[in-house]
């Protein structure tokens, strides 16, 4: 008989699952430097901060 398992490659777990954290980490980073950020970005564009939210959420719901 064969080993179905022999077959498999070997897949790394902690790889994966770093790769995917700290994409959710920097997603989560750039989010807060722009929420913060905000306040200045409108007043250097002459905005208002419910025009630059507008811009944000756009922005957000449309990154990967």
Known sequence: ??????DRPHI???LI???VMSSAIM?????SVV?????HIAG???????EAT???IGRTT???
């Open 17 to 19: 699952a770093s790769a």
């Open 62 to 64: 449309t990154s990967p």
């Open 54 to 56: 507008w811009v944000f």
């Open 35 to 39: 929420n913060v950020g905000l306040p």
């Open 44 to 50: 250097s564009l002459s905005a208002t901060v419910d």
């Open 1 to 6: 008989m064969h080993d179905a398992t022999l």
């Open 12 to 14: 790394n777990r902690w």
């Open 27 to 31: 997603e989560v980073l750039d989010t």
